[in-house]
C-alpha cells in the first residue's frame, strides 16, 4: 500500500512558477514510479510528467517539455514538479499517482497504469 500527498497548489498569474509536492508514504518511494497528471473542470485526466523506479528516468508530455520538471528527495520521501512560466491552459487540479507494477518502464502515461492516488491540489493560474 502507497499513500500519497499533494501539497503546494495556488492562485498564481501567467508567467509565475510553483512547486508541488507529493510526499510518499508506506512503502519506499524507490520502489514505484510516480506520475503526477492533471484534471481541468470538464476535461479527461491527462499525463503530465513520470519519474521512474531506476535511474531516475523521466518522461513528460511533449507539450509541457521544458516548463516542468518533475525530481524527488528519497531522504523526505517526496517527489516534487516544478512548474515555471505557467499559463492560464495549466489550471487545473494536479494528481500525483504511484505505479508499482512496471515501475522501470519510462512511458506509461495511462491512468491505469496507476495504482495508487493522492487527493490532488488546485493550481490556478490567471491572465
Known amino acids: 500500500q502507497v499513500h500519497l500527498v499533494e501539497s503546494g497548489g495556488g492562485l498564481v498569474e501567467a508567467g509565475d512558477s510553483l512547486r508541488l509536492s507529493c510526499e510518499l508514504s508506506?512503502?519506499?518511494?524507490?520502489?514505484?514510479?510516480v506520475g503526477w497528471f492533471r484534471q481541468a473542470p470538464g476535461k479527461e485526466r491527462e499525463f503530465v510528467a513520470r519519474?521512474?523506479?531506476?535511474?531516475?528516468?523521466?518522461y513528460y508530455r511533449s507539450s509541457l517539455k521544458g516548463r516542468f520538471t518533475i525530481s524527488r528527495d528519497n531522504s523526505k520521501k517526496t517527489v516534487y514538479l516544478q512548474m515555471n512560466n505557467l499559463e492560464p491552459e495549466d489550471t487545473a487540479v494536479y494528481f500525483c499517482?504511484?505505479?508499482?507494477?512496471?515501475?522501470?518502464?519510462?512511458?506509461?502515461?495511462?491512468?491505469?497504469?496507476?495504482?495508487?492516488w493522492g487527493q490532488g491540489t488546485q493550481v490556478t493560474v490567471s491572465s
Open positions: 519519474l521512474t523506479k531506476r535511474f531516475d528516468n523521466t
Open positions: 508506506g512503502r519506499s518511494i524507490t520502489s514505484v514510479a
Open positions: 499517482a504511484a505505479d508499482r507494477m512496471y515501475p522501470s518502464v519510462v512511458a506509461r502515461t495511462a491512468t491505469d497504469h496507476y495504482t495508487y
